[in-house]
């Protein structure tokens, strides 16, 4: 069964989408809620008992009673009304999963102050101060036996109903943004700190080394060499070289700093989730709130144009996002999109200043913006691409902006790859020409001209791109370690590139018949016990590689 916009009841963004216990279909839209019973549609709206049309969340309980959050809070559908339930202290923005147990418990996962139980009657809270290995939460399951699992930022924590156990991840899975100096590349990743990669090692900064945040959000280096790091439980900390210097809500502002920026003068900005913004001359904080500015709650960027007027990334919640401009004295805001989430702010070579949405028309894939100095261009990418393109590939939006030496824009997705913007034509970079199926958090150039990618599901890895066909070109190095040869029992298989993530690894006959394929993280052990002696060819690949 196949549902688009031919049916008059799906208006709206959808953000979730729910089966109940009797195989009713569930929307949740920014329009209100809707059930498909298999034959019709039924709407409900706040002219039919909802307490907002925003809808984030729907789960069902044992006796299949639905449940909605919404961004006015929780109500439940019993008895053919709905009723509202108060959630305690819960910031419904900063909710991330809700999910109802065996029990019918009622668990509430958020981005900075990890879980919350309800039992109708009580609440409890989770956090790293009891139990939680991180305060960062994203995903949440209940075993055969009852058993808790949450997935945070750090790792994996369980919970048999009396204690919790941690078990910790992989701290260069999850890079956020990247930053080159000096031969170095710096990744920042979610929940594992930051790492810094000199060619041939890693060096890592986390809470296990002595840093004092896993949580790092951006790195940059003033113009005294000092490097700044936001953090989003820390607030914003100054390394010299020898010594940190730390920012934080004893000075003003708040921990949870979401992004940084270092202006033509050497001033140091930063965004935040809950006070807008900030500015430090090097003595003194300047302090920007909806009493002195337009801005809104959350900034996520912050960027300083050609005149010196200063661009703000601002948003209340996912569909409500503001562009505002400051020229040291007077602010001007604009709204080129009717929803959405501004997120990143980049100036090109050429004066045009490019936004990035998320949330935004997904009908119409409105995505990215751009401004001349005169007027807003909305760029649909549903026009610019071919028409074969899956545009529901754009449904997360875009999270950077970057443009290379040659200035060709690229615009890492939320979701499969990336665009590249010649001024002319917009190409979109999938499986086809090499590039992984993943989204792209952030992209940086080094010096020879090699990208490195920051990639939801692949880590961080380095492309090679020939600009004239963005065909991926041959890696010199082999960057695995097979033995023994010739092979007994077991053939082990060596990942020599830490920035490799997954590998596909396939066994074939010395006929070219596949006998055996896999997929694998790290290092890999294949048995050939069970096949017969004599001449084999393993094959390995990773992104468009391959080896054998």
Not at 372 to 390: A, K, N, Q, W
Request: net charge negative; with cysteine; aromatic share 16%.
């Amino acid at each position: 069964m196949k549902f688009s916009d031919a049916d008059p009841a799906l208006e709206g963004f959808i953000n979730t989408v729910h089966v109940d216990k009797t195989n009713n279909l569930w929307v949740g839209t920014d329009k209100g809620l809707l059930k498909y019973n298999g034959a019709h549609w039924l709407h409900y709206t706040d002219t039919s008992g909802l307490n907002s049309n925003k809808i984030a969340y729907v789960e069902n309980d044992s006796n299949n009673n639905i449940y909605i959050l919404t961004d006015k809070g929780l109500q439940k559908h019993e008895n053919n009304e709905w009723k509202t339930i108060d959630v305690y202290k819960l910031n419904q923005k900063a909710i991330t999963k809700m999910y109802i147990d065996n029990n019918d418990n009622i668990w509430f996962l958020t981005y900075s102050n990890g879980a919350y139980k309800f039992d109708h009657t009580n609440w409890e809270h989770f956090d790293s101060s009891n139990g939680l290995s991180d305060n960062w939460t994203l995903s949440v399951i209940q075993d055969k036996t009852d058993n808790i699992w949450i997935g945070g930022a750090e790792g994996i924590d369980f919970f048999d109903g009396n204690s919790w156990k941690n078990y910790l991840g992989n701290i260069i899975n999850h890079p956020n943004t990247l930053y080159y100096d000096n031969n170095k590349l710096w990744v920042v990743t979610i929940g594992g700190g930051y790492s810094i990669f000199d060619g041939t090692n890693w060096t890592t900064h986390n809470r296990a080394s002595g840093f004092v945040s896993n949580h790092v959000q951006k790195i940059e280096k003033d113009k005294d060499g000092n490097v700044w790091i936001a953090t989003y439980s820390k607030g914003i900390i100054k390394y010299d070289g020898e010594n940190y210097t730390y920012y934080t809500d004893e000075n003003g502002i708040t921990d949870q700093v979401w992004t940084s920026f270092i202006d033509s003068k050497n001033n140091i900005w930063i965004g935040t989730s809950e006070l807008s913004a900030a500015k430090f001359d090097g003595e003194n904080w300047s302090y920007f709130n909806s009493d002195n500015s337009p801005l809104l709650n959350s900034v996520n960027d912050i960027f300083e144009d050609k005149d010196g007027n200063y661009w703000f990334a601002t948003f209340n919640d996912m569909w409500n996002g503001l562009i505002c401009r400051y020229d040291g004295e007077i602010w001007k805001t604009f709204t080129p999109l009717d929803k959405g989430s501004v997120d990143k702010i980049l100036q090109d070579s050429k004066g045009n200043i490019w936004f990035a949405y998320s949330f935004t028309d997904s009908k119409k894939n409105e995505i990215i913006v751009k401004y001349d100095g005169d007027r807003f261009d909305i760029v649909s990418l549903s026009t610019e691409l071919p028409e074969d393109t899956i545009f529901s590939d754009f449904k997360n939006g875009i999270y950077t902006i970057y443009e290379d030496k040659d200035s060709l824009l690229w615009f890492g997705l939320g979701e499969h790859g990336v665009l590249t913007y010649d001024g002319e034509i917009w190409k979109h970079l999938t499986k086809k020409e090499g590039f992984p199926w993943s989204g792209v958090r952030d992209i940086i150039q080094d010096d020879e001209g090699n990208y490195y990618f920051a990639s939801d599901d692949q880590g961080v890895f380095k492309w090679v791109v020939n600009h004239d066909d963005i065909k991926t070109q041959v890696q010199k190095k082999v960057p695995f370690n097979t033995f023994p040869n010739p092979v007994k029992d077991v053939l082990h298989i060596k990942n020599d590139n830490v920035l490799i993530k997954t590998t596909q690894v396939e066994l074939y006959d010395v006929n070219g018949k596949l006998l055996y394929t896999n997929y694998y993280h790290s290092n890999y052990e294949l048995n050939m016990s069970s096949y017969p002696k004599g001449v084999y060819i393993v094959k390995l690949k990773y992104f468009n590689y391959v080896y054998t």
